[in-house]
C-alpha cells in the first residue's frame, strides 16, 4: 500500500493472481513496491493457492464429499476477502482489477466465466498476461488421476479412498503429486492436473463462454510474447519428434488433425535448433497461449465494447535469452513490475499501472509510449512493442495466425480429453 494511505482513501487495487501451470506458483512473493511507490496511488494485493493433486484432483468421490477446483477457489476466497477487508488498507473494493501471468492469466479468464458468467461484484477490469488454456477435461475423464494417487500412496486398497487421502502425511501424498502419461499417450504432458469442468463453477469450455458472452463484463487487456512456445517444448529434429510432443499435450487428436496443425504451422528453420523446434514451438506457444487471448479479447470487444478491448505482443528478446531463443512466455512480467531496469520497464509499467489506476492503458501512461489503440474483433489489431521502443506500433494480426487459431478453435471440443 502507498505510503501515507489509509481507511477511506479508496485507492484502485491491483490483485495479482502468479502462474506455474497450475502444477507450482511460478512467480511467488512478487515485490509490488514499485508499482505501489509513492505517486502510483494502488493498493497491491498477491495471493498463494493450492497446485497439483492438492488444488486439482478430481473424481466424483470428491464431488460427492467435498469441491472440486479448489485452487480456484482459493482465489476465489481471496478475491472475496479483498472485497471484505481492502478499505481497511486505503483501497476501493469497487475498483479491483484482477492481473494474472500464464495459468494466473488462465485463472482470470476462469473468474471471468465463473459461474456462467455470473458477476459477483469481484472486480471492475482484468488482464490476462499470456492467458493459458490447456486441455479441458470433465470430472469423469479424470477419474484416472484419482485412481494413480490412490494406487500410488495404498489408498485404493482401503475402505474409502478418499478418506485414506485425507489422512495421509503431505510428504507421502507428494510422492504421487506427479505428472503420469493422459491414457493412450506415450510421456507425460508439461502440465497434467489442471482444472476440470465441474458443472458448477466452470460450466463449459471458456472458448465456448466467451464466444456466447458468458463472462463478467470488463475492461480487458491482454498480453502476449512473440515465441510463447520456446521454453517449453523439445528440440525436435523430426516431424514425429513434434507429433509426439503435441499428442502427448492435446490427446484424441487423430491424423488427420496433425496434418491439419502442421499444414498450419508448417517448420521453420531456427539458428541451434532441431529442423521442428519452430514448428512445434508455434504449435503450442499458438494453442495454449496466443490464441486463447485473441478469444477473450475479441469477446471483450463484441460484448463489452472495443472501446474497452486491448491487446498486446511483447516483441523483445531477453537479453539472457539463449542462442536461438525468441521472446518468451512471459518475459514482459519483470518489466511490468520494475525488476529489471530497462528503457521497457517505464512504458510497461505505465500501461499497466494505467490500466489499474483508470481502466484504460493510455490515461496515465509513460508520456514517451505510443497511443495504445483497442483490439477489434474483425481486425485483430495490437500494439506490438518493439526495440527500439520509438518502433513500437499498432499492427494487425496476421492471416497465417488467424487461421492457425482457427485450426485449435475447430478442435476445443475434440481436446477435452
Known amino acids: 500500500m ?37 505517486g502510483h496511488d494502488v493498493v497491491f494485493v498477491q495471493l498463494n493457492y493450492r497446485v497439483g493433486a492438492l488444488g486439482f484432483l478430481a473424481s466424483e468421490k470428491i464431488r460427492a464429499d467435498g469441491d472440486l477446483n479448489v485452487g480456484l477457489l482459493d482465489q ?23 492481473h494474472g501471468a500464464s495459468a494466473g492469466a488462465g485463472s482470470i479468464a ?6 456462467g458468467g455470473r458477476n459477483d461484484g469481484l472486480f471492475a477490469g482484468a488482464i490476462p498476461e499470456s492467458p493459458f488454456f490447456p486441455t479441458s477435461r470433465t470430472v469423469a475423464e479424470s477419474e484416472f488421476q484419482f485412481d494413480a494417487v490412490a494406487s500410488a500412496t495404498g489408498c485404493s486398497r482401503a475402505a474409502d479412498e478418499l478418506d485414506c487421502l485425507r489422512g495421509l502425511d503431505i ?17 507425460p504432458p508439461d502440465y497434467y492436473f489442471l ?26 487487456l491482454v498480453g502476449g510474447d512473440t515465441n510463447e512456445g520456446d521454453i517449453f517444448v523439445p528440440n525436435a529434429t ?9 499428442t502427448d499435450n492435446f490427446p484424441n487428436l487423430t491424423a488427420d488433425d496433425l496434418d491439419n496443425i502442421n499444414a498450419a504451422y508448417p517448420p521453420t528453420p531456427r539458428d541451434g535448433h532441431g529442423a521442428y523446434f519452430a514448428q512445434v514451438s508455434a ?93 477489434n474483433s474483425s481486425l485483430f489489431n495490437r500494439l506490438v512493442i518493439n526495440s527500439p ?29
Not at 507421502?172 to 499417450?185: C, E, I, R, Y
Request: aromatic share 14%; net charge negative.
Open 171 to 187: 510428504n507421502t501424498f507428494q510422492t504421487a503429486n506427479v505428472a503420469l502419461s493422459f491414457p493412450g499417450g506415450s510421456g
Open 238 to 246: 523430426t516431424q514425429a519428434e513434434a507429433n509426439a510432443f503435441i
Open 283 to 375: 504449435t503450442y506457444g499458438n494453442s495454449t497461449f496466443a490464441c486463447p487471448g485473441f478469444v477473450i479479447s475479441s469477446a471483450v470487444s463484441r460484448f463489452v465494447g472495443q472501446e474497452h478491448s486491448w491487446s498486446y505482443l511483447y516483441n523483445i528478446v531477453d537479453p539472457t535469452a539463449g542462442v536461438g531463443i525468441g521472446v518468451t512466455h512471459t518475459v514482459d512480467w519483470q518489466y511490468i513490475f520494475g525488476l529489471t531496469e530497462a528503457d521497457q520497464t517505464p512504458v510497461m509499467m505505465g500501461y499497466y499501472l494505467s490500466f489499474i489506476r483508470s481502466l484504460s492503458p493510455n490515461t496515465y501512461k509513460d508520456p514517451t509510449s505510443p497511443v495504445f489503440g483497442n483490439f
Open 76 to 98: 476465489r476466497q481471496a478475491l472475496q476477502w479483498v472485497q471484505k477487508y481492502i478499505h481497511l488498507f486505503g483501497g476501493d473494493p469497487d475498483h479491483v482489477v484482477i
Open 389 to 417: 521502443l520509438n518502433s513500437s506500433q499498432m499492427e494487425t494480426v496476421s492471416d497465417g495466425q488467424k487461421a492457425g487459431c482457427d485450426v485449435w478453435y475447430g478442435l476445443a471440443s475434440t481436446l477435452e480429453q
Open 195 to 220: 482444472p476440470v469442468i465441474d458443472g458448477d463453477f466452470s460450466r463449459k469450455q471458456m472458448y465456448v463462454q466467451f464466444a456466447r458472452g458468458e463472462f463478467v463484463r470488463v475492461p480487458t
Open 110 to 115: 476462469y473468474h471471468m466465466t465463473a459461474y
Open 2 to 38: 502507498p505510503e501515507g494511505s489509509k481507511e477511506g482513501s479508496k485507492l484502485p487495487v491491483w490483485v495479482f493472481i502468479q502462474g506455474g501451470g497450475y502444477a507450482g506458483n511460478a512467480n511467488a512473493n512478487t515485490n509490488g513496491t514499485d508499482v505501489v511507490a509513492a
